[in-house]
C-alpha cells in the first residue's frame, strides 16, 4: 500500500498563508508529475496545481494562479504547496496525488495514488 502522507494544513485568517507538505516513497514518484486538488464541502474534487519531476513544468487553476505555489524536493521525495493570500472559499480537503505516466495533470481520474488529505480552513 503505497503511503503519500499530507500535512500542514490548519486554521487561518483570510489573507494568511499556509504551506502544505506531501511526503511519499521515493520509488512511487520517481520521474512521476504529482499534482494538489482539493475538495470543498458539497463539491467535487478539483484541480489545484501540478508540477512535473524536475520542476520545469508547473500548472495551477485560475482560482490560485498568483496566490499558490507549487515545488519539490525529489531528495526529500516531498512536493510543497505553499498558498499566500488565503481566502474563505479556499477552504477545503487538499489532496496530493501522483500521475500516470502520460496522464492529464487536470483529471483526477489520472492519478493513482492518493494521500488522506489535510484540513484547510480560512476564516473571514
Known amino acids: 500500500q503505497v503511503q503519500l502522507v499530507e500535512s500542514g494544513g490548519g486554521l487561518v485568517q483570510a489573507g494568511g498563508s499556509l504551506k502544505l507538505s506531501c511526503a511519499a516513497p521515493?520509488?512511487?514518484?520517481?520521474?512521476?508529475?504529482m499534482g494538489w486538488f482539493r475538495q470543498a464541502p458539497g463539491k467535487e474534487r478539483e484541480f489545484v496545481s501540478a508540477?512535473?519531476?524536475?520542476?520545469?513544468?508547473?500548472y495551477y487553476a485560475d482560482s490560485v494562479k498568483g496566490r499558490f505555489t507549487i515545488s519539490r524536493d525529489n531528495a526529500k521525495s516531498t512536493v510543497y504547496l505553499q498558498m499566500n493570500s488565503l481566502k474563505p472559499e479556499d477552504t477545503a480537503v487538499y489532496y496530493c496525488?501522483?500521475?500516470?505516466?502520460?496522464?492529464?495533470?487536470?483529471?483526477?481520474?489520472?492519478?493513482?495514488?492518493w494521500g488522506r488529505g489535510t484540513q484547510v480552513t480560512v476564516s473571514s
Open positions: 508540477i512535473t519531476w524536475r520542476g520545469t513544468y508547473t
Open positions: 521515493e520509488r512511487t514518484v520517481r520521474s512521476r508529475t
Open positions: 496525488a501522483v500521475l500516470i505516466v502520460g496522464g492529464n495533470y487536470y483529471y483526477d481520474h489520472e492519478y493513482d495514488y
